[in-house]
């Protein structure tokens, strides 16, 4: 099998947590009670259910046992045939939506230590997300700060939808904490499912989840920019995993306009949109919602302006492209090197601490 | 380019602003606490008159939260999409190296001196006792 990648760096794997109860070994003594009186297992997120044909590309799905779910199927479904050096564990469980802040706690951190000994022991290439009960700044910092010594965690994984917008004060800790660590923020396509991922109410299909999630990331990427989280902490970078690209030229363009009419009512957002865009925002690049003539997709990236943008990854085991297509046809040769490692690079900076 | 009497100085106080055509160009003069400054009247982004802008100071932060107010009466917002621009430099508040507006010269001139000329002053009658804002264009 030739590695059609060779050496890159892999932004967004999913490993399945098969639930609560293989968390049992991590937990102490009265969460493990908590969780198997109560029964609670499945807490899967509702943007994935397990056979929907997104969740898991087909001929990822193993005879047995979940889509994602070892360390054998990433070796032989992701890092090897892509030939990634490295690769980004990045965790979709609910436990951060879980509204008792106590309980998301343990099992954040359960979480945590599933995937340090599970997944990051076993393969030197793999990293990961750390997951935070986010709904608890203060908790959710102090699972930053436990985590933070072992630099095998890249970066702090939120949920693309919770309580608040994300700019909100309230959240600021969390966003100090990552900075200070050198961990980028990441959001996810799930919602802790508070609100409505619409502004006028809620949706019949998933079709419909996951198209909308561009308004999701878009609300929560203007939050962050006005609210001035990037002119207080400004080396945090935040990476938008599966969120796509079609939507940034328009949502620059819209952001800058406005900016320069209403700039005054936030002043420390010293720079137009798309230049703060362009300094902290990376996105990862499966799924790709690109023109459908290959040909176009130059024209979009020169919109957006940033060679740093785009980040590799395969999105394992979601199903978003076949074979190992993972690369959009279309994408500059210039930009190859760029989007299959350094990038990746410039962003995590604990990645460089141990490059292969 | 030549130069033209636009006003008395006594005719334009402190804070105000002044409309006048010059060689069919729409300007803009403004009194900055005795310092004159004249601007094209026509916003590089859809050509409102900055004349019926309002004219404020410079808003900026340290941090977010915070508010300083600097340079009192020296920006004036478009009056149609709110771009804020330096009345000394006509440049943008928001993207100051691409988007300004022409700033004409002016200067203070008395009244003796000008009807020697070769000034040309196209409405304004000229006194001898009294000073005058002149435009150059």
């Known amino acids: 099998m030739s590695a059609e990648t060779p050496g890159a760096i892999d932004c967004d794997l999913h490993p399945a947590l098969p639930g609560c109860m293989a ?23 509702a943007l994935w259910p397990r056979n929907a044909p997104l969740t898991a590309r087909q001929d990822w799905r193993p005879a047995q046992g979940l889509a994602g779910g070892s360390v054998d199927l990433v070796r032989a479904q992701a890092l090897d045939p892509f030939g990634s050096s490295i690769g980004i564990l990045n965790t979709l469980f609910g436990a951060p939506a879980l509204h008792n802040v106590d309980m998301a706690a343990a099992l954040c951190r359960a979480t945590n230590d599933w995937v340090a000994r599970e997944w990051l022991d076993r393969d030197a290439r793999l990293r990961a997300g750390i997951l935070v009960p986010m709904e608890s700044p203060e908790l959710a910092v102090q699972e930053i700060e436990r985590r933070a010594a072992d630099r095998r965690f890249v970066q702090v994984l939120l949920l693309g939808a919770a309580e608040t917008l994300l700019g909100r004060r309230v959240n600021w800790p969390i966003y100090e904490a990552a900075e200070k660590h050198g961990l980028p923020v990441a959001l996810q396509v799930t919602s802790a499912t ?163 | 380019m030549s130069k033209h009497v636009v006003a008395a100085v006594s005719d334009l106080p402190a804070g105000s602003r002044r409309q006048v055509t010059i060689k069919g160009r729409p300007i803009v003069v403004f009194n900055l606490s005795g310092e004159f400054f ?20 410079l808003v900026t932060s340290d941090r977010p939260g915070e508010f300083h107010v600097s340079r009192e009466g020296e920006i004036i917002r478009c009056p149609w999409h709110g771009w804020e621009f330096d009345i000394r430099t006509g440049q943008s508040w928001c993207d100051p190296s691409r988007i300004r507006i022409r700033p004409y010269p002016v200067e203070v001139a008395p009244g003796a001196r000008l009807v020697q000329g070769p000034y040309v002053a196209e409405t304004v009658p000229v006194r001898i006792e009294e000073d005058y804002v002149v435009l150059e264009v």
């Open chain 1, 23 to 45: 968390l049992l070994p991590y937990l102490d003594g009265h969460w493990r009670e908590e969780i198997v009186s109560r029964g609670l297992d499945d807490l899967d997120l």
């Open chain 1, 194 to 356: 508070r609100v409505a991922p619409t502004a006028n109410g809620w949706p019949t299909y998933l079709i419909e989840d996951h198209v909308n999630f561009a308004q999701t990331f878009q609300s929560q990427l203007l939050s962050m920019i006005s609210e001035g989280v990037f002119s207080r902490y400004p080396g945090l970078k935040l990476v938008l995993l599966n969120a796509g690209i079609g939507w940034v030229p328009s949502f620059l363009w819209r952001g800058t306009k406005e900016w320069r009419a209403l700039r005054r009512e936030v002043p420390w957002v010293d720079r137009d949109p798309a230049a703060i865009f362009r300094d902290h925002v990376r996105i990862s690049i499966q799924p790709i919602d690109a023109p459908p003539d290959p040909a176009d997709l130059a024209a979009l990236l020169e919109m957006v302006g940033s060679d740093e943008m785009l980040l590799f990854a395969t999105d394992w085991p979601h199903w978003r492209f076949e074979g190992t297509d993972a690369l959009p046809p279309g994408l500059p040769e210039r930009l190859r090197p760029r989007v299959l490692r350094e990038n990746a690079l410039a962003t995590y900076p604990r990645l460089k601490e141990s490059l292969p």
């Open chain 2, 38 to 57: 004249a601007l094209v009247n026509r916003c590089p982004h859809q050509g409102a008159g900055l004349c019926e802008g309002e004219i404020t100071g």
